[in-house]
């Protein structure tokens, strides 16, 4: 089992609950009774929930499992998922309600309707069809949150090409590793991006990226800067010299409910990232369900906001599919939340009252640390349900979120889920469940998840273990690009005789049995709700000609829930360590993987803990990284080693 940090620890000390009000339960979506349907016929259940979609074809099975672990749901059916969140709104008569607020970090804004979203849609459809881009190609997009970004995801759907959005952040060489393993026939970029206030290049890193890569044909620019950038002949087009004069009619076909919508990395515990494989109806379904019932989503009333980047799965399935696919009127944001002051996200809830909030405990933490007073000087008034996602949120972190930005009533759902999993597994149910700080509490009805043991055994009341998920969900991953084998192993093999899907969390429950997430068991860290692998800083940081050997942890960090330590060993004849090498070996790691996986800190060490088989004993590291008395080095080959590296970091060296 994984050592808990104090911080976890004090989590499970948590008693307070917080029942819904009476006037929310009476206009709640979700009723008590869903956990109890749900139960009785499961398949019946979701097959209920996918007729919230528009199906050309009606499917013959809900669930074929035969084949596990690679599940089909809804067998036979045929959508087209752009159609279902876009065009079927005008055909309802709503084109003229706002789908998206979008505010510029500069402080431009566009508001766009459904009827302009299906026009940019189709155009973008009809674009990439002329370019011979085909249902099943892929198409790799890096670009900041701007409209064009979501256009391109729907476009992609709409003629069944499957898009893999890489976060903007990512180096070049992410970005080209992303676009090899899925042989990408199109990327698609921004000139540059807004980023705290400055205008920060993009399309020349995805140039240096795409060197000689074989697979890309063409590059499309949006142009968002107005930066000058160097265009390749042949290979480049501007989005508005391609886009705009298309034509503005484009007919939806029906895809095959199986058929691949898109690809999304995510870190492993190895380092080469993961293509995580969703589909097309099943996922829908569950997106679209999970956003109407967590967060009591009212189409054409509330406004919605989810401040996620669309390089994450959550801002795929809760700021494109599942609002989009429920008629949402919605806020996206371009920029950080302290440009051009640290109430930006207030200003923008007061100004668009927003009703529906969600957002990540990093981000809720960083509020706390700028001060209470400045969501008071803002009228939030119009916030009704607020979410958490990303990393166990802790009770200090909830309290706060409910008393400074809930007004002390909004429920707040805590939601735990993964890239994998598609949407939400383990969330509150507002106006249903009363809620307690700190736990994500239960599988949202329909969803079956539990705590078991090293053997696979539910553990029961109070006890801890690991967190699986025991039966099949519409949104569940199906596969890892390219890699079958991969797939079995990495989340099928751990409990493989009870065929239970191994999230990778540690868990726990209370003595009400409410599920309490208390992190990842592997080598996996989470900085600001990122996951990012030990491994892939490590290997980063071995590319460098100065390091010998890498070992990296993640610890605990009051802000971004986890923080990443590094130990290096320097070679022979290298640099002796200073500051000047510690600085550009961050910056090294910033370059190979992306400056969201830069180590809070280097500590250059003589030596790094090993157990006899050569395992780095990490465990050990966190103890030095997080301040601790060092625990039992009993394991150790060399149990002088942790004494050598205490002492060298006292001495400073
Ligand atoms: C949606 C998303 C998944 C990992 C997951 C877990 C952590 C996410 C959480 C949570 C506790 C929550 N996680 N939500 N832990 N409580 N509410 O974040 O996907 O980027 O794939 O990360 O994040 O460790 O395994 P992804």
């Known amino acids: 089992m994984t050592e808990q940090s104090p911080a976890l620890d004090n989590l499970l000390t948590e008693s307070r609950t917080f029942p819904p009000s009476e006037t929310f339960s009476a206009q709640a979506n979700a009723t008590a009774d869903f956990y109890a349907e749900a139960d009785a016929d499961r398949e019946a259940f979701w097959a209920k929930q996918a007729e919230r979609l528009h199906w050309d074809t009606k499917w013959s099975q809900v669930l074929d499992w035969t084949n596990a672990p690679f599940a089909k749901w809804f067998v036979g059916g045929k959508l087209n998922v752009a159609y279902n969140c876009v065009d079927r709104h005008v055909a309802d008569g709503h084109g003229e309600q706002v789908a998206i607020h979008w505010v510029g970090e500069p402080g431009d804004n566009r508001d766009i309707t459904y009827a302009q979203l299906k026009d940019e849609v189709s155009k973008a459809a009809n674009a990439f069809e002329s370019l011979g881009i085909t249902s099943g190609d892929r198409v790799a997009i890096q670009m900041p949150m701007v409209p064009e970004a979501i256009f391109a995801m729907l476009a992609c759907a709409r003629i069944g090409a499957v898009h893999s959005v890489v976060f903007g952040g990512f180096s070049p060489t992410a970005l080209r590793s992303r676009v090899d393993d899925q042989a990408a026939k199109i990327v698609i970029t921004t000139d540059g991006q807004y980023r705290r206030g400055k205008a920060a290049p993009m399309k020349v890193n995805v140039d240096e990226a795409l060197e000689g890569a074989e697979s890309v044909e063409k590059v499309i620019v949006v142009r968002r800067t107005g930066d000058e950038v160097p265009i390749t002949e042949g290979r480049d087009l501007w989005w508005h010299e391609l886009v705009d004069g298309q034509s503005a009619e484009h007919a939806p076909q029906a895809f095959d409910s199986e058929?691949?919508?898109?690809?999304?990395?995510?870190?492993?515990?190895?380092?080469?990232?993961?293509?995580?494989?969703?589909?097309?109806?099943?996922?829908?379904?569950?997106?679209?369900?999970?956003?109407?019932?967590?967060?009591?989503?009212?189409?054409?009333?509330?406004?919605?906001?989810?401040?996620?980047?669309?390089?994450?799965?959550?801002?795929?399935?809760?700021?494109?599919?599942?609002?989009?696919?429920?008629?949402?009127?919605?806020?996206?944001?371009?920029?950080?939340?302290?440009?051009?002051?640290?109430?930006?996200?207030?200003?923008?809830?007061?100004?668009?009252?927003?009703?529906?909030?969600?957002?990540?405990?990093?981000?809720?933490?960083?509020?706390?640390?700028?001060?209470?007073?400045?969501?008071?000087?803002?009228?939030?008034?119009?916030?009704?349900?607020?979410?958490?996602?990303?990393?166990?949120?802790?009770?200090?972190?909830?309290?706060?979120?409910?008393?400074?930005?809930?007004?002390?009533?909004?429920?707040?759902?805590?939601?735990?889920?993964?890239?994998?999993?598609?949407?939400?597994?383990?969330?509150?149910?507002?106006?249903?469940?009363?809620?307690?700080?700190?736990?994500?509490?239960?599988?949202?009805?329909?969803?079956?998840?539990?705590?078991?043991?090293?053997?696979?055994?539910?553990?029961?009341?109070?006890?801890?273990?690991?967190?699986?998920?025991?039966?099949?969900?519409?949104?569940?991953?199906?596969?890892?690009?390219?890699?079958?084998?991969?797939?079995?192993?990495?989340?099928?093999?751990?409990?493989?005789?009870?065929?239970?899907?191994?999230?990778?969390?540690?868990?726990?429950?209370?003595?009400?049995?409410?599920?309490?997430?208390?992190?990842?068991?592997?080598?996996?860290?989470?900085?600001?709700?990122?996951?990012?692998?030990?491994?892939?800083?490590?290997s980063a940081l071995v590319s460098h000609p100065t390091v010998a050997e890498a070992a990296v942890v993640g610890a605990t960090d009051p802000t971004t829930g986890q923080g990443i330590v590094a130990f290096v060993i320097l070679r022979g004849n290298a640099v002796d360590g200073g500051e000047e090498a510690v600085q550009e070996l961050r910056d090294h790691v910033a370059k190979e993987i992306g400056p969201i996986a830069k180590p809070r800190q280097i500590l250059v060490v003589q030596e790094l803990p090993k157990t006899r088989s050569g395992k780095i004993m990490r465990r050990l590291l966190r103890d030095v990284a997080e301040n601790r008395q060092v625990g039992d080095v009993t394991t150790l080959a060399d149990s002088s080693v942790m004494d050598l590296i205490s002492s060298g970091l006292k001495s400073g060296k």
């Open 259 to 538: 058929h691949p919508l898109f690809i999304l990395y995510t870190s492993g515990t190895t380092g080469k990232p993961k293509g995580i494989l969703h589909t097309s109806g099943g996922y829908l379904t569950q997106a679209a369900y999970t956003h109407h019932n967590v967060f009591d989503h009212k189409a054409g009333e509330d406004v919605y906001w989810c401040t996620a980047d669309i390089g994450w799965i959550t801002g795929h399935t809760y700021i494109v599919y599942g609002p989009l696919a429920n008629r949402t009127t919605q806020v996206v944001y371009e920029g950080t939340p302290n440009t051009p002051h640290e109430g930006r996200h207030w200003e923008i809830v007061q100004q668009h009252k927003v009703s529906i909030y969600y957002t990540a405990p990093t981000l809720i933490r960083t509020f706390m640390k700028w001060g209470n007073e400045i969501p008071q000087k803002y009228d939030l008034s119009s916030l009704r349900v607020l979410g958490s996602v990303g990393e166990p949120i802790n009770p200090e972190a909830w309290i706060w979120y409910r008393e400074n930005v809930g007004a002390n009533s909004a429920p707040i759902v805590d939601t735990w889920w993964q890239t994998e999993t598609g949407a939400i597994m383990i969330s509150p149910l507002p106006g249903v469940t009363a809620t307690k700080p700190g736990s994500a509490q239960k599988a949202l009805p329909g969803i079956s998840a539990k705590v078991v043991d090293d053997q696979g055994v539910e553990v029961g009341k109070g006890g801890g273990g690991y967190l699986v998920l025991d039966k099949p969900w519409p949104g569940m991953l199906r596969g890892i690009w390219g890699d079958e084998e991969r797939f079995r192993e990495t989340y099928w093999s751990r409990f493989a005789d009870q065929g239970y899907y191994f999230a990778g969390d540690g868990a726990k429950y209370d003595a009400d049995g409410d599920i309490w997430l208390l992190g990842r068991v592997d080598d996996v860290m989470n900085v600001s709700g990122h996951r990012i692998s030990t491994t892939e800083v490590e």
